[in-house]
T-cell receptor
Framework: EAGVTQFPSHSVIEKGQTVTLRCDPI?????LYWYRRVMGKEIKFLLH????????ESGMPNNRFLAERTGGTYSTLKVQPAELEDSGVYFC?????????????FGPGTRLTVT | KQEVTQIPAALSVPEGENLVLNCSFT??????LQWFRQDPGKGLTSLLL?????REQTSGRLNASLDKSSGRSTLYIAASQPGDSATYLC?????????????FGRGTQLTVWP
């Protein structure tokens, strides 16, 4: 069974540009999460999808960030326009809707560098 | 708001030592607690998950304990090996929260030298 995959693994963009990150969850997992780790800080929650619906987006930093999950499969996270403070590692995780453990499985992350 | 603290921030030991990594959290109303491992440039690998009703979980040389009332968890690594070198992260899933939002500590960076 394939794990959570993310694309790209690295992205270097200039301030003001747009970047789109993609996450493919484990097949059959209805819950999809985005997290971010900026240098020197802990990993922080951004938002949570249940299928195609946003369950909780209270962690999104501002309106420059837009997440979508069309069809309830893969998800994209767009940053437009990117700022220097957006640099960090963006992780995606998924879990089964009916799993009592609520165990989350993480992807390898996308390292975003804004110059 | 749940806050998670991990001590120590870094640890360097010779091979063969038994280790204890500490995690504390401020709100004892949790659903579960997960320990993860992160290798440089890689994603997070789940090591152990302890549900709120459990006191410990074991996997090979790893043992994680949970004391909800005191807001503490420890990860015990027996007979450490150089391959154990990584960053270890503790994450809490609070009870009553939106399903599964995790709160992470900053991690303990472990180096085991031969």
């Amino acid at each position: 069974e394939a794990g959570v995959t993310q694309f790209p693994s690295h992205s270097v963009i200039e301030k003001g540009q747009t970047v789109t990150l993609r996450c493919d969850p484990i097949s059959g997992h209805d819950n999809l999460y985005w997290y971010r780790r900026v240098m020197g800080k802990e990993i922080k929650f951004l938002l949570h999808f249940v299928k195609e619906s946003k369950q909780d987006e209270s962690g999104m930093p501002n309106n420059r960030f837009l997440a979508e999950r069309t069809g309830g499969t893969y998800s994209t996270l767009k940053v437009q326009p990117a700022e220097l403070e957006d640099s960090g590692v963006y992780f995606c995780a998924s879990s089964h809707e009916r799993g009592t453990l609520r165990e989350q499985y993480f992807g390898p992350g996308t390292r975003l560098t804004v110059t | 708001k749940q806050e998670v603290t991990q001590i120590p921030a870094a640890l360097s030991v010779p091979e063969g030592e038994n280790l204890v990594l500490n995690c504390s959290f401020t709100d004892s109303a949790i659903y579960n607690l997960q320990w993860f491992r992160q290798d440089p440039g890689k994603g997070l690998t789940s090591l152990l998950l302890i549900q709120s009703s459990q006191r410990e979980q074991t996997s090979g040389r790893l043992n994680a304990s949970l004391d909800k009332s005191s807001g503490r968890s420890t990860l015990y690594i027996a007979a450490s090996q150089p391959g154990d070198s990584a960053t270890y992260l503790c994450a809490v899933d609070p009870r009553g929260s939106t399903l599964g939002r995790l709160y992470f500590g900053r991690g303990t960076q472990l180096t085991v030298w031969p």
